[in-house]
């Protein structure tokens, strides 16, 4: 099956491709009206169905949109997958008008969007090809473990939509992209063995992947810094924007593709063909991909994974069309799941001033209207004081260095379990709750975007680390921590936001204590990158909604909690804010901690 999401009359919707019976157009057929106008023709007195009339998931409605849709798991696609079929037949041997009337939409009559239009995860593979360490000499063995981004809401776009660049007076902003395999999720899993794992996989789509090279504008001085840390997350800034993912046009279930490992990818400019690959050069596959990631973080359907180039790494949009304005079309095309078709248009000073007023008359929200469970994204800053730094192997930056997270690693009352016999590395942050859409906002008016702080303990172990045995990428150093900071549950807050002024901020002191013993004295001044540097550099290239959340990073080393502990209490005191405390208790060889 196909099925796509789209825009009707301003609504979201969802449906499956079906071919025109007589002018062999293609149509896209809402299943919930479907159903309803088949039944309705069923019960007539003529219609041969009295006795027999077909239901599929009546009498429960259907859901409207695709993310509602996967959610129904293997049940819901085996009863769309009837529906489909009978459908097919209805509209060549009996009244097609009356289902395609209302159910039915053309293509032009409808915008696409990315077949999960706000996938929860959207994570992308880099390096995952093997000509990418073949082509580099100073790669000296492969590690079999997926290096990935996380990319935030916001950055995907459908079939027909532009990348839109942002492009400072008088200057030339570099683009690439790829064409990727996408892999959506179809059913929910946690620690998923390989040999399972396609199980979990409801079907592929084309993502056209993208970085854009317009931070080096402004932060240019990012690229002196060459520890692993800094090159993830200064290296990563460039995809991590605002529509800067193509995907779609559909979904298709993977019983219609096949063997995913030999699917041919076409890359285009203005139809010129600019690389061929096929995904038989995946390095690390789906299944591997999958189970690495479940084994720390739950994976739920409709979330997406595209896998990384296949062949050429960053392909280049002509420079010279940019001067003469030429229109350029982005061209993405995979053997059986379709093509992607993507302008790319430019926005300078003065669209971009008219689109910052109309950010400056968003709504804020109210302190008590925030939920921490409903949080769109979630954003971790690295390496922020000079004892984090000195942790992490990295020189004092006044440029944030910052990746997306994803928000079911935060977390005010979900237990979380390490493995017992590991060290755990606790660490204390303030983090910030963003009060308003915020994108392209005015440095010194981003404290009315703040809606409050949070007090925020991390808790990590070294797993992660052990798989990676010797890094043959600087940046395969610092994934693990990355990684571990995504595990469900790890990022402990509470569900109170609290709008602070700056000289309360200004004298804020924070301590650890673990078992009654303080492990650290810090306090909010020792950030060298304040709440609104980090966001004014988000909001450079992205979007931060109402709610999402901000951690500034880690206020000191972390402290160590020795493997084989039983019952341990942390408790965070941060001036001005809910004091944090949590236990830690083993059994049966876990560890777990809840809020006390």
């Known amino acids: 099956m196909k099925l796509a999401s789209f825009l009707v009359d301003g609504q979201e919707r ?45 009498p429960k409605p259907w859901p409207l949109t695709m993310q509602g849709f996967l959610e129904l798991g293997e049940g819901g696609m085996d009863t769309l997958g009837r529906l489909v079929s009978f459908t097919e037949r209805f509209v060549e041997q009996s009244d097609g008008f009356s289902v395609l009337a209302k159910a039915a939409h053309r293509l032009e009559d409808v915008s696409l969007l990315p077949p999960v239009p706000e996938p929860r995860v959207l994570l992308g593979l880099v390096g995952n090809c093997p000509g990418f360490s073949r082509n580099h000499v100073n790669i000296p063995h492969i590690n079999l473990v997926p290096q990935v981004h996380q990319r935030h809401l916001g950055s995907a776009i459908g079939n027909g939509e532009p990348f839109v660049i942002r492009r400072p007076k008088g200057q030339k902003v570099s683009m690439s992209f790829n064409a990727e395999l996408g892999v959506i999720i179809g059913k929910a899993g946690k620690n998923i063995p390989v040999e399972e794992a396609m199980s979990y996989v409801v079907g592929y789509t084309v993502v056209t992947d993208t970085a854009h090279g317009y931070y080096n504008v402004k932060y240019g001085e990012m690229g002196k810094h060459t520890d692993p840390m800094s090159i993830m997350a200064y290296g990563w800034t460039h995809k991590n924007t605002d529509i800067s993912c193509a995907v779609g046009p559909y979904l298709v279930t993977k019983d219609e593709v096949g063997h995913p490992y030999d699917l041919m990818l076409y890359s285009r400019t203005n139809g010129m063909l600019r690389d061929r690959a096929n995904t038989c050069s995946t390095l690390v596959g789906v299944e591997r991909t999958i189970a690495y990631f479940s084994s720390f973080m739950k994976l739920l359907p409709g979330d997406v994974i595209h896998m990384g180039a296949n062949g050429k790494d960053g392909i280049g949009i002509d420079v010279e069309h940019q001067v003469s304005g030429e229109t350029i ?49 979630f954003v971790m800053t690295y390496a922020n004081t000079q004892a984090s730094a000195l942790a992490s192997g990295c020189q004092v930056s006044p440029i944030p260095r910052y990746l997306w997270s994803v928000t079911s690693a935060l977390s005010s009352s979900v237990s979380y379990s390490p493995d017992a016999k590991d060290e755990l590395y606790v660490t204390a942050e303030i983090a910030v709750v963003i009060g308003k859409t915020v994108k392209w906002a005015d440095k010194e008016k981003l404290s ?29 150093s610092a994934m693990p921590e990355i990684y571990a900071r995504w595990a469900d549950g790890c990022n402990r807050t509470c569900d109170v936001v609290t709008p602070l002024s700056k000289d309360e901020l200004a004298q804020m002191r924070v301590f650890l204590e673990i078992d009654g013993e303080q492990v650290m004295d810090a ?32 206020l000191c080393a972390p402290a160590v909690i020795p493997g084989g502990h039983a019952a341990v209490r942390v408790a965070m005191k941060a001036s001005g804010l809910p004091d944090l405390t949590l236990a830690f208790h083993s059994s049966q060889g876990s560890a777990r901690y809840a809020k006390s």
């Open 14 to 58: 969802f449906g499956f491709s079906l071919l025109h019976p007589v002018t062999g157009e293609e149509l896209l057929v809402e299943p919930g009206k479907a159903e309803a106008d088949i039944i309705h023709y069923a019960v007539s007195k003529t219609s041969g169905y009295q006795f027999s009339v077909p239901r599929f998931l009546s």
């Open 329 to 377: 079309q982005v061209e993405c095309e995979i053997e059986k799941l379709g093509v992607l078709r993507n302008k790319v248009t430019y926005l300078d000073d003065a669209e971009l001033e008219e689109k910052r007023r109309e950010f400056s008359l968003a709504a804020p929200m109210q302190a008590e209207e925030w939920d921490l469970g409903k949080a769109r994204n």
């Open 448 to 476: 009315d975007c703040i809606l409050g702080y949070l007090p925020l303990v991390s808790v990590t172990d070294k797993r992660l680390a052990q798989q990676v045995i010797h890094p043959a990428l600087p940046r395969e």
């Open 523 to 554: 306090q909010y001044e020792d950030y060298v990158c304040k709440a609104e540097d980090v966001i004014e550099m988000i909001g450079y290239g992205s979007t931060l909604y109402a709610g999402d959340v901000l951690s500034l990073g880690a």
